[in-house]
Antibody
Framework: EVQLVESGGGLVQPGGSLRLSCVAS????????MTWVRQAPGKGLEWVSG????????LYADSVEGRFTISRDNAKNTLFFQMNGLGVEDTAVYYC???????????????WGRGTLVTVS | DIVLTQSPDFQAVTPKEKVTITCRAS??????LHWYQQKPDQSPKLLIK???QSISGVPSRFSGSGSGTDFTLTINSLEPEDAAMYYC?????????FGGGTKVEIK
């Protein structure tokens, strides 16, 4: 069974930093690109970042580029999201999600974690 | 960026009725359009991939159609458990984007 478990969210002051983690199980982690999607309270879904299976390729939405860094440790089946320079607009539930196809980041997202809440205030 | 515009924003439907949700892309995305269902306090669930391809375990009353810029999610014979938000999502080009969502309520 595929599982994605996020952690690391919490309350942080504007300008602060947080590091999110997503531990994956039930599939060959290194074979799949991974994605972070966020959802502000009461709002819709926003793709924020993606990373290839090897970690060589990273992708960012303009809203987070230069402030947030996606990375992965394939030996530990873990995806990371280092968030610096947080602003109130970054308040959201952050989901890690796995694409439906291996070796691709730009495709449908079939497995999602439960999310971790980041509150910037 | 490719903008996805969903309509309607909200729909109240009687059980067993048919529901149609549309998603229009600001430019052609081929068939790189996917549909998700999200219930309150839950993660999104993939319903349809690549405009019309079914997903294992998703009830057959959910179907999708369209290509290019105009797409449709159809729920045939709505069940009470289908009350949720529905989002479209394009994976044709970066940044990946989602539609604003359609809320389906049960009358």
């Amino acid at each position: 069974e595929v599982q994605l478990v996020e952690s690391g969210g919490g309350l942080v002051q504007p300008g602060g930093s947080l590091r999110l983690s997503c531990v994956a199980s039930g599939f060959t982690f290194s074979t799949y690109g991974m994605t972070w999607v966020r959802q502000a309270p009461g709002k819709g879904l926003e793709w924020v970042s993606g990373i290839s299976g090897s970690g060589d390729t990273t992708l960012y939405a303009d809203s987070v580029e230069g402030r947030f860094t996606i990375s992965r440790d394939n030996a530990k089946n873990t995806l990371f999201f280092q968030m610096n320079g947080l602003g109130v607009e970054d308040t959201a539930v952050y989901y890690c999600a796995r694409p439906i196809e291996p070796l691709r980041v730009m495709t449908a997202l079939i497995y999602w974690g439960r999310g971790t809440l980041v509150t910037v205030s | 960026d490719i903008v996805l515009t969903q309509s309607p924003d909200f729909q109240a439907v009687t059980p067993k009725e048919k529901v149609t949700i549309t998603c229009r892309a600001s430019q052609s995305i081929g068939s790189s359009l996917h549909w998700y269902q999200q219930k309150p306090d839950q993660s999104p669930k993939l319903l349809i991939k690549y405009a019309s391809q079914s997903i294992s375990g998703v009830p057959s009353r959910f179907s999708g159609s369209g290509s290019g810029t105009d797409f449709t999610l159809t729920i045939n014979s709505l069940e009470p458990e289908d009350a949720a938000m529905y989002y479209c999502h394009q994976s044709r080009s970066l940044p990946l984007t989602f539609g604003g969502g359609t809320k389906v309520e049960i009358k």
